[in-house]
């Protein structure tokens, strides 16, 4: 495996077994959310959100078992919803896709999972006089959903999971506004779990882009969990979104195969 960063194998497992869990977290404070999980390392989640990716049957082994990821595939309840097969690395691609196919499943993408070492750098964060940062609490749901939204120029019902104040709430959940002269801009959402932390939710209004906003909106995430004495940070980034995170310290740990609904 090719790592910048030099992590063990151990560390990235760590890693990646910390997003499975803050994802499952998030999944069991959703009304329609379920989780399962299989003796030989695959998991069903639903998370009842739009998104194929939040609903999922995946091997979180670096080698699939093929049979146990099958048989979740067949029975797998999406509730109507957009979901996924999802495995780590490209490896089990021949065997996997024959199952994604017969699932209907005939998108198919790479999704890097990024990781950096948390340090006091993290904290070294210099914005604008006009532009703030904080934190949002659950009764301001719906400007977080708004601003979600406008940000991913999708319609506010898709967020509504993310946005809801069970999560805003939730122990070791913390999401973010950027706001500048008091107009929400920018987004994030921050996971801290068994020290790390999990970066989601970066999302910045189209009039503000190119302003270092999402920058912004990611090291509050990372300077909290630092100064909660976390010491990974991980994500998923998307192709135009890499090269800012890479400028943050992030690299490449392994990459992950998804076959999703189209």
């Known amino acids: 495996m090719s790592n910048a960063m030099n992590y063990a194998n151990e560390s990235i497992d760590l890693a990646v077994a910390a997003w499975h869990d803050a994802i499952e977290t ?20 639903v998370s009842g959100t739009p998104v194929s990716v939040l609903n999922a049957v995946i091997s979180t082994t670096r080698e699939p078992d093929v049979d146990e990821l099958s048989a979740f595939a067949a029975s797998f309840g999406n509730k109507g919803l957009p979901w996924s097969i999802q495995s780590r690395g490209t490896g089990g691609d021949a065997a996997i896709e024959p199952i994604a196919m017969r699932c209907g499943l005939t998108q198919s993408f790479a999704l890097p999972f990024m990781m950096r070492r948390l340090d006091a750098d993290v904290t070294n964060v210099t914005l604008p006089d006009a532009v703030s940062i904080r934190r949002v609490p659950p009764q301001d749901h719906e400007v977080y959903n708004r601003a979600l939204a406008c940000g991913y ?7 509504r999971g ?97 076959y999703a609904t189209p």
């Open 162 to 258: 993310f946005s809801a104040p069970a999560v805003l709430g939730a122990e070791g959940m913390t999401a973010y506004l950027v706001e500048e002269n008091g107009t929400a801009v920018a987004t994030s959402f921050g996971v801290l779990i068994n020290g790390h932390v999990g970066v989601f939710n970066i999302s910045t209004q189209p009039a503000y882009r190119r302003r270092g906003y999402a920058r912004a909106a990611t090291a509050a995430v990372l300077r909290d969990a630092y100064l909660q004495d976390a010491h990974t940070a991980f994500l998923h980034c998307t192709p135009a979104g890499r090269g800012v995170y890479e400028s943050m310290g992030f690299s490449i740990a392994e990459t992950w195969l998804v």
């Open 153 to 159: 120029e999708a319609p506010e019902q898709v967020f």
């Open 26 to 45: 998030f999944c069991r404070l959703q009304p329609d959310g379920d989780v399962k999980a299989g003796p030989h390392g695959t998991r069903a989640m």
